[in-house]
């Protein structure tokens, strides 16, 4: 009978979590079936009330006009660009720091890993200035290098993420490496990161979406329209330009879409990264 009970109970905790999951996931989903929704119609249409959720009728003509009235494409080229220069950096950098944090034994490891967390508490708006002057310097406003080159000196949240799925790895594994006669990058290259891979698709994840989505930074340091990415584009059709709303919506859309596309594509790969990432010390 008891077990009866543990079963049912069990079964009830199990639905009650599925119920409230379903709920927040539908509640977090809304604004985005709003923006598709507000996408696919007229203007008018998209301030009715009662809000109108199937647009009658659908109007595709403003992905066609999203695309043709901006330089789309070639913002999309740019923002892939920024994207990919920053994922590559980040891959680089915070991998061979996390590395010598984590498998190298050296003298004041811990105290150095601790400073470089510390860095954490700084927040943007310290550093913005200097690190534009500094490009400024080299004369390298208005051009990808500004957004690009900080990621190949290394992310502290992306070292500590890494550093921490280092860990995991048995101690074993280099060192028999090492007696076999493998240098230390062939141990990084050939072992560590391969068997890395959960918690380098997180930072791939998280890389490309901040990259993707950011705009503080491309507005500082890109002033040529040719050279916009997509988020500064689109903030600056709206500016200049009377608000189409259902052009906006659909350009909003097609910014949004890739990201999804490669979550839902790395979804497994990235969910076991975060579990298995930040869980040892």
């Not at 890109?222 to 990415?229: M, P």
């Not at 997509?230 to 906006?248: D, N, P």
Request: proline share 6%.
């Amino acid at each position: 009978m008891n077990l009866r009970s543990n079963k049912t109970a069990r079964r009830l905790q199990r639905f009650s979590a599925y119920v409230v999951l379903s709920i927040l996931s539908l509640a977090f989903a809304l604004p985005f079936f709003w923006m598709v929704s507000s996408s696919l119609k007229h203007t008018e249409q998209i301030f009715v009330f009662p809000p109108q959720w199937i647009p009658r009728p659908v109007v595709w003509q403003n992905y066609r006009d999203a695309v043709s009235f901006i330089p789309f494409l070639r913002n999309f080229l740019n923002t892939m660009i920024v994207c990919i220069g920053t994922v590559v950096g980040n891959l680089f950098s915070a991998s061979l720091v996390a590395y010598s944090f984590s498998i190298l034994r050296w003298r004041w490891r811990n105290s150095l890993f601790a400073l470089v967390l510390a860095t954490m508490l700084l927040p943007p708006q310290v550093t913005m200035i200097p690190v534009f002057i500094i490009f400024r310097k080299l004369h390298m406003i208005d051009t990808f290098f500004p957004l690009i080159i900080p990621a190949f000196f290394g992310s502290p949240f992306f070292i500590f993420l890494l550093r921490q799925f280092f860990i995991g790895i048995p101690h074993e594994l280099p060192e028999s490496a090492r007696i076999d006669g493998c240098n230390e990058f062939q141990i990084y290259y050939r072992i560590i990161l391969p068997l890395s891979v959960p918690a380098l698709a997180a930072v791939v994840l998280f890389s490309f979406l901040w990259s993707w989505t950011d705009f503080l930074y491309p507005l500082i340091y890109l002033h040529t329209q040719s050279k916009f990415t997509l988020s500064l584009a689109i903030q600056q059709f709206q500016s200049t330009h009377t608000v189409e709303w259902g052009m906006l919506m659909a350009a909003s859309t097609l910014l949004t879409l890739p990201v999804i596309t490669l979550f839902f594509f790395a979804q497994k790969t990235f969910v076991q990264g975060i579990i298995t990432t930040g869980l040892k010390g």
